[in-house]
């Protein structure tokens, strides 16, 4: 009976050891982003528009990742499956240098359905979204989930009336 309190002592205290040894870090060459892409029609009432929107399959979606000199060093994309779900791996290192995920952005790209194919810009699909916090942090993954991202279709797209060079309100052009 002695024996086996002294083997459980002995088992947990390497289990502790192990869990301690761990910094909390994720140690992955790869980051995924992910999210889902839909159809958002306006000529619907307000709980068909808030609940009915449809997936589209092969919407493109792209991820850019900038170096500290804004510099586009990574691109890269993928098309939603059935149910408009998307899933992008970029590589954490190119060139031997470190790709900070805060420094990407993912963005709607196309549109293969005829009747919705103009992008809107809520969540900031159309004009992009930074990578801020990841979602899931377990073990080897590194994963940013956003979303969802809409496209609509053109009798409900509202026309853009500002001036291209028109700056936002904290005097910087928005280019993404």
């Given at each position: 009976m002695g024996a086996n309190i002294l083997l459980m002592i002995v088992?947990?205290?390497?289990?502790?050891?192990?869990v301690a040894a761990g910094d909390g870090t994720v140690d992955t060459q790869v980051f995924h982003v992910a999210g889902k892409v839909l159809c958002q029609e306006c000529d619907q009432g307000w709980n068909e528009w808030v609940n009915g929107a449809k997936p589209i399959k092969g919407c493109k979606v792209s991820v850019t990742c900038l170096d500290e000199r804004s510099r586009v060093v990574q691109y890269a994309s993928d098309l939603?499956?059935?149910a408009g779900d998307f899933q992008v791996a970029c590589n954490k290192f190119v060139n031997g240098k470190e790709i900070k995920p805060q420094n990407c952005f993912l963005r709607l790209v196309s549109s293969p359905d005829p009747v919705c194919n103009i992008a809107t810009n809520f969540a900031g699909g159309k004009s992009g979204v930074k990578l801020h916090r990841p979602t899931?942090?377990?073990?080897?993954i590194l994963k940013y989930v956003l979303g969802p991202f809409y496209y609509t279709t053109p009798m409900c797209d509202e026309p853009d009336t500002s001036s291209p060079d028109e700056?936002?309100?904290?005097?910087?052009?928005?280019?993404?």
């Amino acid at each position: 009976m002695g024996a086996n309190i002294l083997l459980m002592i002995v088992a947990a205290s390497l289990v502790l050891v192990g869990v301690a040894a761990g910094d909390g870090t994720v140690d992955t060459q790869v980051f995924h982003v992910a999210g889902k892409v839909l159809c958002q029609e306006c000529d619907q009432g307000w709980n068909e528009w808030v609940n009915g929107a449809k997936p589209i399959k092969g919407c493109k979606v792209s991820v850019t990742c900038l170096d500290e000199r804004s510099r586009v060093v990574q691109y890269a994309s993928d098309l939603t499956d059935d149910a408009g779900d998307f899933q992008v791996a970029c590589n954490k290192f190119v060139n031997g240098k470190e790709i900070k995920p805060q420094n990407c952005f993912l963005r709607l790209v196309s549109s293969p359905d005829p009747v919705c194919n103009i992008a809107t810009n809520f969540a900031g699909g159309k004009s992009g979204v930074k990578l801020h916090r990841p979602t899931v942090v377990y073990r080897d993954i590194l994963k940013y989930v956003l979303g969802p991202f809409y496209y609509t279709t053109p009798m409900c797209d509202e026309p853009d009336t500002s001036s291209p060079d028109e700056e936002d309100d904290d005097g910087k052009q928005s280019n993404y």
